[in-house]
């Protein structure tokens, strides 16, 4: 069973922007880690997007578009992925990850339906 | 850029094990950490184990240990990972990556069936 909770399902409309959640369990701040991000399409690898601690520390896989940007909710110990103006091409699963000692937690991944 | 290529499909039978290699070009295995992940037909992503420099040993996760041996041939820049006493349920695709996974290989299917 994954550590981090994602929902398994989210949908939005081309052009419109996606809010992809990230929860931690109560025991481990979201304040006090990096959040990975990583896209998943069918029969590929996964592609590392970004990381996001705060608005200071944060950054860019190469090559990802500037429309993928993390945040954090700290009030709901959440880690957020935001994709503004959704393209057909960002229908994928989507992966939360922190790596808080020595080995890597994960989330159980959202699979984004562009409609 | 780094850039891991890994090696073709395997099938084993039940208790049998497999050997993947993953080559590293555009850096040398020295300069990285490498991480091995696996992800189950339909499921989502679980780390195996992996290199960590602070404590120069390589570490693997408890549901592994004992099963699983991760090397690496610095000669050929090729990091290994071998699975021992396969069962149906290690049916999987095998990743390497490197450090925090910034960089994926393409993967490696293992299909363990009698």
């Known amino acids: 069973q994954p550590v981090l909770t994602q929902p398994p399902s989210s949908s939005a409309s081309p052009g419109e922007s996606a809010r992809l959640t990230c929860t931690l369990p109560s025991d481990i701040n979201v304040g006090s880690y990096n959040i990975y991000w990583y896209q998943q399409k069918p029969g590929s690898p996964p592609r590392y997007l970004l990381y996001?601690?705060?608005?200071?520390?944060?950054?860019?896989g190469s090559g990802v578009p500037s429309r993928f940007s993390g945040s954090k909710d700290a009030s709901a110990n959440t880690g957020i992925l935001l994709i503004s103006g959704l393209q057909s091409e960002d229908e994928a699963d989507y992966y939360c990850m922190i790596w808080p000692s020595n080995a890597p937690l994960f989330g159980g991944g959202t699979k984004l339906t562009v409609l | 850029q780094v850039q891991l290529v890994q090696s073709g499909a395997e099938v084993k039978k039940p208790g049998a094990s497999v050997k993947v290699s993953c080559k590293v070009s555009g850096y040398t295995l020295t300069e990285l950490s490498m991480h091995w992940v696996r992800q189950a037909p339909g499921k989502g992503l679980e780390w195996m184990g992996g290199?960590?420099?602070?404590?120069?040993?390589?570490i693997y996760a408890q549901k592994f240990q004992g099963r699983v041996t991760m090397t690496e041939d610095t000669s050929t820049d090729t990091a290994y990972m071998e699975l021992s006493s396969l069962r149906s349920e290690d049916t999987a695709v095998y990743y390497c990556?490197?450090?925090?996974?910034?960089?994926w290989g393409q993967g490696t299917l293992v299909t363990v069936s009698s």
């Open positions: 990556a490197t450090p925090h996974l910034t960089s």
């Open positions: 996001y601690y705060s608005d200071s520390d944060k950054g860019q």
């Open positions: 290199f960590d420099p602070e404590d120069g040993e390589t």
